[in-house]
């Protein structure tokens, strides 16, 4: 009973946890879409 609730607990952290990182991934990845979009507009 107690091994079966542990399991639980890590895995409500386990699905916390990669949620932040796909929100910083995603905030990454659209400040790097942004910049090289901005550099092929600046490009004559």
Known sequence: MGM???TL???KSLVII???KIVK???A???KT???T???L???
């Open 9 to 11: 607990e890590n895995q």
């Open 38 to 40: 901005f550099h092929n």
């Open 25 to 27: 991934f995603l905030s």
């Open 34 to 36: 942004f910049s090289q």
């Open 29 to 31: 990845l659209k400040i």
């Open 18 to 20: 990669p949620k932040e």
């Open 4 to 6: 079966a609730s542990s």
């Open 42 to 44: 600046s490009k004559p």
